[in-house]
Each structure stands twice: as structure tokens, then as C-alpha cells.
């Protein structure tokens, strides 16, 4: 019997598919529709499901709801055992985790503006016609820092370097930093020896981990299945064969 | 006369007041106490207010005149003693005359009732305390509800003792703390989570219930100075250490699992207590979660990380 | 004659500075050591032989060093929020790390804290009394909103029974005479330092040196050589040439930027000239009364952070006048939002800009100098 975990984000959601026996049987993306109850609604569950994330309200069929830090938590553990810190940069905030063998122990939001989420370059790609998946940090030459914490003002220099000509690929690399950097005061909190377990969408972009590596100071780590996690979590949090 | 009072340090048994709860409309001003902000707001774009009364306890309070100075409103600050010594308790009594000189002076009017108005708050917050003893079985959000609607009535007017859902018991016990609770879907999504409030020290809540009754012989001024002074301690009246003692008596007899501490982003003395709080009560292993909260709306991050903490405790 | 005022300041900071850790060697002052605020009532305490600090002023230091960024993250890393009074952050992180230019200040055995500044200082002086478990005395001054009388009774009992306390826990006793002579010494320090500034609206004098210079009369205020090294000062700055005419004279409505060589913006301010400033009239505080108690209350009551919105708005107005300014560089200070609201009603058109007096990181210099160059030629060609 197969379980499944869903992570509704806010701008994807995210399934897993385990099987009896924990073993990742498919993982799979799609872009989180605007009408999600509807959506799901219309989706037949065929195995046991558990959902987390910001709209997992609007699973119908999911037997259980789970708390996105904790399937967060089991999922990392499950990914990459010998690291405890998780930083996750999602759409709407980063966030970090601190686990004991898959159990949630302690967390940190960043309670600051959009200028630290994923969201945020997600409008400036668009703003700069850029695609996502052609986003390459490993070829950026020039170091452009964005100074401003608020999204309104960095976006204001962000039109300002458009006008100076720079390049777009910099300029997304730049704004990539900005986020990493904005992470740093949640890193301060957490003892993060053992390195970090990065999570989240901009994990599939190219060059991310030494970009990560070198603004956070530490031993940054993308495991298998990097995006999945939390939903990996979920479908862990289900029974499995022998329960 | 329909002022808007902000904080438990106004004294109720002076005049009716409106109590400021919570704002929904159009927010201007940044990087300020949400609050205090959404306080500001309501004076100024409410035309069923006429004053608006507020303390001089923090820097997000003591400017508030500042931002309504050309509303042309009924205006008064009263002065907050920071110590509660005997020259503090006799400095807020004369403010606690003034105050009442300058609203009869402003609406015309005189206040003399101000005995019976004793009687009535004393049987009222009797009847707070009472549900307060009874958390353990109460619907906390429901408890706390009543009391904000009330407050916002006229004394007279004001019904606390209706019964409320009882709700049965679970083993995750937390303690909130914090400034007013203006944003109280916080208390329903704390318990909707699993967790059970069995304690407070918010103004309006634990605080009011540490010294419910007000002295009815001698002088009325200083007796009401006492009963606001003798209570429980917000941050703003500088004594961490006699807050952090307090708190940990009320959590450890209460058998409180967690706390959960709910202020406004911007909130300095919040944020100052909270930097030895977490630290203290973490030491005798009782974790603590700090929610911020951008204004008295606001619950946006609020569900995910109590959630989380339900998890974790 | 410069090379005496600079001898005066070298000796001062010298004292001042003797028992922080770098220099110390393990020494202490021989009296007791209280922390204490900027508009704390300091002649009561030296009269009681007590070795005063002030923790602000030191991040102000710390700052100027360009030491401040790692210690505001070390503070942030112990729970204390960055929205926090910078000060507070900076000077936190130094003690948890004992990292500063000259190294920690000694141990305190008292801290008094005053809240005729801020609330938020009292605030602090709470968390230095939870790590050092000393006794800590938060005095209260009403300001000029609350009625006269009943303020000063009530601060009179408060500066008595400091007076009490302090003397039970140094042993000394307070003389009258001696207490008097201090505060005559303030007085006479608060009148030299008018007449140094008087000067900036019509000499060539740049803010930078009277906002270090300034310092002495938070430190050192009671001290005969202060008003000794700033009458020397105001003749130095009398014999200075008269300022360009040519530059505009914008006011200078805020805190230093104590990370700046220059303290202020210089490099953007081309074409223009400080005329004015209200933080060098802060302290600027008034001995006036009958007797030393009311010269107390009237001087730590009516600190201008201290006065209500209509009060600051006069005596705002009238520093802008004297100057002469014909803008302000207005300071939106994430640290000090007490600060901020007085600019709320002046008449010249205002430059607002976002900064921090400690954190250099808050400032976006090209947006700041987008914004004075529009006023600036809003003005010149208005």
C-alpha cells in the first residue's frame, strides 16, 4: 500500500509517493492552482494521503494534517540523516529547523519583509524576462549586493541597476544573495556545526550551493529530493504496512 | 463622550471609556507599534470617538500625541510611574485626579460617581477572577472574547459572569504572555491547535485578576492608584526580575508545558523582557515561542509556528 | 591654545577610559561604579564619590571604530531583536563577547536608569541588572505634561531617595556643598558649550568636531576643566573665517552617524553647509531654581525629549531660525522613533532620510543623496 504526502505551497505543490516499505517510489511538482479547494476536490484519492503547507486546508481526501516544520523535520532526517539544521527559503518566508532524529525540536521564522523569500525573485525574474530553470549563479562575475531589507526599496534598486545596463543574469544573481543574506540572522540562532540542510525551490537552481556556501560561512548541503521534503514528511507521518 | 482608552493603567473607575481592542481599516504609519498605530488610526478616522486617552509608559505611547495633536479631539496622557513605591502610588493618584479634571472640564460635565463605579468594577472583576480560576475547563478564546466586548460597554452595561463552553482538558497546558491580546483569533488558534491556556499575565486577564478589588474608604485617588499599581508588573513598569519570579510561580503551579509570548512587532519592552525570558524559563526546561505580530489583525505567521509548537512541547 | 584644549580632552578621556578592560590590568576605581543613563542626575552621584559610566556613549565608540556590526550580531544571536535601540544591541554583544576598542568598562556595583530620553532605556538597564545582579534604580521624570507641582514633589522624593540609597550603598555621605558645587559646575559647562555652538551658524565650522566634542558635556559634566576646555574652544571657533554664504545652510534634524569619519553626510551634502543641529542642544539642560532640588528637577525634567509635541515644536522652530537653515536633513532613526516626531511640524522643506545613529547597514547612501539633490535644487530654483 502506497502513501502519499502533499505540500501545498504557495506557488507549488509538491507529492510524494512512498511506499510499504518507506522507499521513494515518484516525486512529482505541479504550480499551486488559484482555486485549490476546487482543484482537490476533484482529485480522487487512491492511496492513504496526509497533506502540510499553506493550503492544506484544502486537501479533502488527505487523512491527516500535518504541521509543514514537523513533516519538514521527518523528511530532512529521512533525506540526510547526519545533518540537524534545515534552512527552507519557501515563497512567503525562510525558515529554520532544528530536528533529533526526524523530531521537530526547535524553529525560527524570518519575520522580516518578502525581500527574504522566494517570492521576491520570482517578480524580479519576471520583471527581468528571465526563466527560472535558465538560471545559472555558477557564470555571475560581478558582486552587486542589494542593500535595502524592504522588497519596496530593493526592488527601486533593482530598476535602478536595469537602468545602469547591468546585466540580467547578475542582477538575479543578486538578488539570490540578498535572500541568502537576509537567512543569516535565523543561522545566528541555531548551532549549525554538523552544516546545513538547504530546502525549497531555489535549491534547483545551479550554483546555489556555493553561493549558500559562501554567504552563509558554513557547510551548506542539497540532498536528493531537496524541494520534496516536507511532503516526503507527510507521507512518513502516515502508517505504513506493519502499523 | 465616547473616548478610546488604550491600556489597563487607565482607570476604569473614573469614566466609561471605549476600550481600543483591534482596527481593521487603512494603516499609515511604518515601523511603529502596530498597536499603538492601529490606536492612532481609530482616533483619527473614527467619527464615533470624541477623545482618546492614552498612558506614557513605553516610546511607542509617549508619542502618540505627537501623531494626534491636530485630530481635534479630547486628548490626555496620563503619566505611568515606572517604580510602584509610595511617592509613585501618590505621584498616580494626583494624575489620576487630573485626568478626571480634565474630562469634566473638557465635556462639561461632572463625575461623581465615582463610589458606585468602585462597587461595580470590584463585583466585575470578581466575576473575571472566577473564570480565570477556572481556565483548566473554559474555552479561552470565548473567556477572553467576553471580556474585550464587555470592555468596550459602559460599565453599567458590562455582563462577564455569562456562562461560557466548557471544553475538555488536554495534557498540552501553555501560558501566554504578552501585552493586550488585541488580535484574540491567536487564543482560538492556540487551543484549536491542541494546546490549553491555563494561565495568563495579560493586562486584561491575569494582571487585572493579581489585584481585582479597589479600597472603598479613604482617599479614592490614592485607593485606585494602589489597585492599578499592586498588580502584576507589565514591562514597561521596569521590574523584569519580579515579572520573570511571577511568571515562573504561576507556570510551574499551573503545570504549564509551554509558553507562548504574543506582542506587537516594535513592542520595546517586549522585546527587551523577552531576551532574558526565553533564556530563564528555557533554563528549567519550559520552552517558550515568541509570536510578532505586525498589527492587531494580524495572524499571518501565527498558525504555522504554534502549530509547530504544539509539536515540539 | 589648541594644543591646551586638546591636552584638557586627552586628560578626561584619559580618566574616563583608565579602568576599561584594555587599559586596566585588573585595576578598579576606588569608589563604587554606577552605569547610567545621558540625562541621569550625575552631580548626585559624584558627590557620592561613585566612578560614572555611560554605556551609550561607549557604543557610540564602538561604532566609530567600525566595530559594531559583529557585536549587533551577537546581541541579535542572544535573542535581543535588531529593532531594538542599537545602542542597546551593540553595547550587549560587547559584554557577551568583551570585544570593544578599549576593551568592556569595569563591573558595575549600581545602575541607574532615567526615562526623561526614552522608555526604552530603563528597558536595557533591566537586562544589565538581570546579567550583573546589582541593584538598579529607575528614576521617573513626567516631563512637561504632567501638572508642575505634583511633578516636582514626586521627582524631589525620588532624587531624595536616591540620595538614601546611594549613600547605603557606598557609605558616604552626601554633602550639600559639595553637591552644590557640581551643580554649578554643569551650569557653567551647559553655558560654555552655547556659546561653542552659537558659532555654527555663522563661522566655518563643520558638525563633525562639536559632535565629539559634545561628549565631555555628557561624560564629564560636572567637571571644572569642561567649561575650562570649551571657553577655550569658543574663542578658537570665534577667530574662525565667516562661513560661505555661497552654500545652502540646511539644519541637522537627528543623531550623528557615529560610524561616519564625519559624523554626518558630508559627501552628499555638496553645495550645502550644517547651519544647525538640534542633538548638540540636547544637553543644554537648565539649573534653574531656589534651591539645589528644584535646580534638578528642572534640569532632568525638561530634557527636549522629555517635552510635549507643542514644546518641541517651539523650541525646534526657534533653533531653525537662529540657524538660518533653509532645508533639514531630517533623520527617520530606527533606533530612536522619540527622536523622529519632532520634526513633525516645521516650517523648511525636509529631507527625510532612513538611517541608524550605530548601524551603518540601514542607510541607502544613493537613495539619501537622490533626495537632497531634488531639494536642494527645489530650493535654488524655488
Redesign the interface.
Known amino acids: 500500500m502506497y502513501r502519499l504526502g502533499i505540500d501545498v505551497g504557495s506557488t507549488y505543490t509538491k507529492y510524494c509517493v512512498l511506499s510499504c516499505r518507506n522507499k521513494i517510489e515518484d516525486c512529482f511538482t505541479e504550480r499551486t492552482p488559484i482555486r485549490q479547494r476546487e482543484y482537490f476536490e476533484g482529485k480522487k484519492g487512491d492511496f492513504p494521503s496526509a497533506s502540510c503547507g499553506y493550503g492544506k486546508a484544502n486537501v479533502p481526501f488527505a487523512k491527516k494534517s500535518v504541521n509543514e516544520l514537523t513533516a519538514l523535520a521527518k523528511g530532512s532526517h529521512y533525506v540526510c540523516p547526519e545533518v540537524s539544521v534545515v534552512l527552507d527559503i519557501g515563497g512567503q518566508d525562510t525558515k529554520i529547523i532544528c530536528h533529533e532524529n526526524g523530531t521537530l525540536k526547535n524553529f525560527y521564522i524570518n519575520d522580516r519583509c518578502a525581500a527574504g523569500s522566494g517570492m521576491f525573485l520570482i517578480n524580479t525574474l519576471r520583471m527581468l524576462e528571465i526563466d527560472f530553470d535558465d538560471m545559472d549563479l555558477q557564470d555571475i562575475r560581478s558582486e552587486i549586493r542589494l542593500s535595502s531589507a524592504c522588497a519596496v526599496f530593493a526592488q527601486t534598486e533593482i530598476v535602478g541597476l536595469i537602468a545602469a545596463n547591468v546585466p540580467a543574469k547578475d542582477i538575479a544573481g543578486a538578488v539570490v544573495g540578498h535572500i541568502l543574506q537576509q537567512s543569516r540572522s535565523l543561522l545566528r540562532k541555531v548551532n549549525a556545526e554538523n552544516g546545513i540542510l538547504l530546502s525549497g525551490g531555489l535549491t534547483q537552481i545551479r550554483g546555489f550551493r556555493e553561493m549558500a556556501d559562501r554567504i552563509l560561512e558554513t557547510r551548506c548541503i542539497i540532498g536528493p529530493y531537496a524541494r520534496y521534503m516536507s511532503a516526503i514528511g507527510c507521507a512518513l507521518s502516515l502508517p505504513s504496512c506493519g502499523d | 463622550m465616547n473616548i478610546l482608552s488604550m491600556s489597563g493603567f487607565v482607570p476604569e473607575q473614573i469614566c466609561d471609556t471605549v476600550r481600543f481592542t483591534q482596527y481593521f481599516g487603512q494603516r499609515n504609519i511604518a ?2 507599534c502596530g498597536y499603538a498605530s492601529d490606536f492612532i488610526s481609530q482616533v483619527m478616522g473614527d467619527q464615533n470617538i470624541d477623545g482618546a486617552v492614552y498612558p ?5 505611547s ?2 502618540i ?3 494626534l ?1 491636530m485630530c481635534g479631539k479630547f486628548l490626555h ?1 496620563i ?1 505611568v ?3 510602584t ?1 509610595h ?2 502610588v ?2 498616580f493618584a ?2 489620576i485626579r ?1 485626568y478626571q479634571q480634565q474630562i469634566e472640564k473638557h465635556y462639561h460635565t461632572a463625575i461623581n460617581n465615582i463610589g458606585e463605579r468602585i462597587a461595580l468594577l470590584n463585583r466585575r472583576n470578581r466575576e473575571i477572577c472566577e473564570m480565570y480560576d477556572d481556565l483548566d475547563t473554559l474555552d479561552y478564546y470565548a473567556y477572553i472574547e467576553n471580556i474585550h466586548k464587555n470592555l468596550q460597554r459602559p460599565l453599567c452595561e458590562q455582563t462577564v459572569g455569562d456562562r461560557l463552553r466548557q471544553v475538555h482538558r488536554t495534557g498540552k497546558r501553555v501560558f501566554v504572555t504578552g501585552s493586550f491580546l488585541s488580535g484574540i483569533e491567536i487564543a482560538r488558534i492556540i487551543e484549536d491547535r491542541g494546546l490549553k491556556i491555563v494561565g495568563d499575565d495579560l493586562p486584561e486577564s491575569g494582571r487585572l485578576c493579581s489585584f481585582p478589588e479597589t479600597k472603598d474608604t479613604g482617599d479614592v485617588y490614592l485607593n485606585i492608584s494602589a489597585n492599578i499599581m499592586g498588580r502584576r508588573l507589565s ?2 513598569q ?4 519580579r515579572i ?1 519570579e511571577a511568571d515562573l510561580a504561576e507556570i510551574k503551579r499551573k503545570e504549564a508545558k509551554g509558553v507562548i509570548m504574543v506582542i506587537q ?2 513592542c ?2 517586549y ?6 525570558y ?2 530563564y524559563l528555557e533554563a528549567q526546561d519550559i520552552p517558550v515561542l515568541k509570536i ?1 505580530l505586525l498589527h492587531s489583525e494580524d495572524t499571518q ?1 501565527a498558525e ?2 504554534i ?2 509548537f ?3 512541547i | 591654545m589648541a594644543q591646551t584644549i586638546i591636552r584638557i580632552q586627552t586628560k578626561l578621556m584619559k580618566e574616563y577610559y583608565q579602568y576599561f578592560s584594555k587599559y586596566a590590568k585588573g585595576g578598579r576605581p576606588e569608589g563604587k561604579v554606577a552605569w547610567i543613563t545621558a540625562f541621569a542626575p550625575v552631580e548626585i552621584l559624584e558627590a557620592l564619590g561613585i566612578s560614572c559610566y555611560y554605556p551609550e556613549s561607549y557604543a557610540a565608540v564602538i561604532a566609530a571604530s567600525s566595530m559594531e556590526q559583529s557585536l549587533l550580531s551577537k546581541s541579535e544571536e542572544l535573542n535581543l531583536s535588531r529593532d531594538c535601540c542599537s545602542y542597546s544591541c551593540c553595547i550587549q554583544g560587547c559584554l557577551e563577547l568583551e570585544e570593544g576598542p578599549r576593551g568592556v568598562p569595569p563591573k558595575p556595583d549600581m545602575l541607574i536608569a532615567t526615562n526623561n530620553q526614552c522608555n526604552t532605556l530603563p528597558n536595557w538597564w533591566n537586562i544589565l541588572a538581570h546579567r550583573y545582579k546589582v541593584p538598579l534604580i529607575v528614576i521617573d521624570y513626567p516631563g512637561d505634561g504632567a501638572d508642575r507641582r505634583t511633578a516636582y514633589h514626586y521627582v524631589t522624593a525620588q532624587h531624595r531617595n536616591l540620595i538614601t540609597e546611594l549613600e547605603r550603598l557606598t557609605g558616604n555621605k552626601l554633602h550639600m556643598d559639595r553637591l552644590a558645587e557640581l551643580v554649578e559646575n554643569s551650569r557653567n559647562s551647559v553655558k560654555a558649550w552655547k556659546s561653542v555652538i552659537r558659532h555654527m551658524k555663522d563661522k566655518e565650522v563643520i558638525p563633525t568636531g562639536l559632535f565629539d566634542d559634545i561628549n565631555f558635556l555628557i561624560t564629564a559634566r560636572c567637571r571644572r576643566e569642561t567649561s575650562e576646555m570649551y571657553t577655550m574652544l569658543e574663542e578658537e571657533l570665534s577667530r574662525r573665517p565667516l562661513a560661505n554664504q555661497e552654500l545652502l545652510p540646511v539644519f541637522w534634524l537627528g543623531y550623528p552617524l557615529w560610524y561616519h569619519a564625519d559624523r554626518y553626510l558630508s559627501s552628499i551634502l555638496e553645495g550645502c553647509r550644517v547651519s544647525g543641529s538640534n542633538y548638540i542642544t540636547w544637553w543644554n539642560i537648565d539649573y534653574a531654581g531656589e534651591d539645589l532640588f528644584e535646580c534638578l528637577f528642572n534640569a532632568y525634567n525638561d530634557t527636549f525629549l522629555n517635552l510635549s509635541q507643542k514644546t518641541r515644536n517651539e523650541r525646534l522652530g526657534r533653533l531653525i531660525r537662529e540657524s538660518g537653515a533653509k532645508a533639514a536633513v531630517t533623520l527617520r532613526n530606527k533606533s530612536c522613533k522619540c527622536d523622529f516626531v519632532s520634526a513633525r511640524n516645521i516650517d523648511i522643506p525636509q529631507v527625510e532620510i532612513d538611517m541608524d545613529m550605530i548601524d551603518r547597514t540601514i542607510l541607502d547612501e544613493k537613495a539619501a543623496r537622490d533626495r537632497i539633490s531634488l531639494v536642494r535644487e527645489t530650493i535654488c530654483t524655488g
Open positions: 515601523s511603529y506614557k509608559s513605553c516610546d511607542s509617549r508619542i500625541g505627537s501623531y495633536e496622557q503619566n510611574p515606572a517604580g513605591d511617592a509613585a501618590m505621584f494626583e494624575e487630573r514591562p514597561t521596569d521590574h523584569f526580575n520573570l512587532k516594535y520595546e519592552p522585546e527587551y523582557l523577552y531576551s532574558i526565553k533564556a510578532s505567521k504555522l509556528q502549530e509547530a504544539a509539536d515540539i
